[in-house]
């Protein structure tokens, strides 16, 4: 093997969907293993379900695949979207979610530049055990800006880092049931204007009154000071202390920020939260601060901190848990139209 100090990881070491036991075991040692043991803010694990329960083997393997040339980055109407399409649908199966009438995917027409094509939702559930009837939407685009010549835009950060969070929490969920139903969305057509989430608010799979909350992922895999963005707490003040609860043990430094006031810092409108704020669902997002790879076909595999991801997605697992947990406010909330509309 030689100086594994050295060795490359990459996408194609991971094709299968659900990898075998080898491949953990070597994703674990050489890449979960350092990078936990290097990355963090230094802290003592946390205490919280959320924080330990992520199979971060199969989440850096879902990354790798989901990220992979092969996907040919993702677009909308490309048989690269189809490849990614065919991936998550086997991990829907895998974490035994629900479908809603019989199906999984929700096509929509898809206006953008250069004509119209076909978007894919790709949509499931787990019912709650004590409130099957409110709908918590944790979601994130899977789509991205597939090939200019022959540069490959592969969106490992934007958005198969969040895409594969919300797996992981699925994942999760099958092992720790939730209270309140959890609708899992991966949204097609994010980056030709959040036409997935549009469409998912113009057609939703339960009536919009059901929906109490959505939490949304776009790029949470790195960031190279370990900061992790939340917003959503001005607009909706309901969400502050859960948010705020979680600093103190969160595995890497969690910020909250950037949904207040107009222009490029606002980031209510940016990715699929915005419609949901727009029906008026309290929503989080998580994501971090743009970096110089962002939509750049320099945004690959390579560039994910696996350490910052797995901490980032746990830290968005313990926040899925309390929000559950403590959804009745945001209940309530919800019936108020938000401060600062
Ligand atoms: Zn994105």
Known sequence: MGDRQHLTVRPSHFPLSVVSAT???????LVIVPALSAQGTGRAPAKGVGYAGIDSVQLIAD????????????????????????????QFLAASLSPFAQRFTFSFTAVRAG??????????YREGTKHPERFIV???????????NEA?????????????????????????PPE????????????????????????????????VANVNLDMVGRNAKGELWAAGATPWPVMRPLLEGLIPTAPVTLKLGHDTGTG???????????PFHTARIPWVYFGVEDHPDYHQPSDTFAKIAPGFFVHSVRTIAEFVHRLDEGLEPVVSAKTRSPAGK
């Open 23 to 29: 491949q953990r075991a070597l994703i674990a040692l």
């Open 264 to 274: 490029q810092d606002n980031w209510t409108q940016q990715s699929d939260q915005g």
């Open 152 to 176: 490959i835009y592969n969106g490992a950060d934007d958005n198969a880092s969040g895409a594969s969070g919300v797996l992981a929490i699925a994942r999760w969920l099958k092992e720790h």
């Open 63 to 90: 990354l790798s695949a989901l990220s992979a040339d092969s996907m040919d980055g993702r677009r909308i109407g490309t048989a690269g979207n189809i490849r990614a399409r065919a991936y998550i649908l086997r």
């Open 115 to 124: 004509g119209t094509t076909t978007g894919t939702n790709l949509v499931g």
């Open 180 to 211: 309140n139903s959890v609708i899992f969305a991966l949204f097609d057509g994010e980056e030709e204007g959040l036409l997935g989430a549009k469409e998912f608010i113009a057609r939703p799979p339960v009536a919009l009154d059901k929906i």
């Open 138 to 148: 944790l979601s994130a685009h899977y789509d991205h800006l597939g090939h200019k």
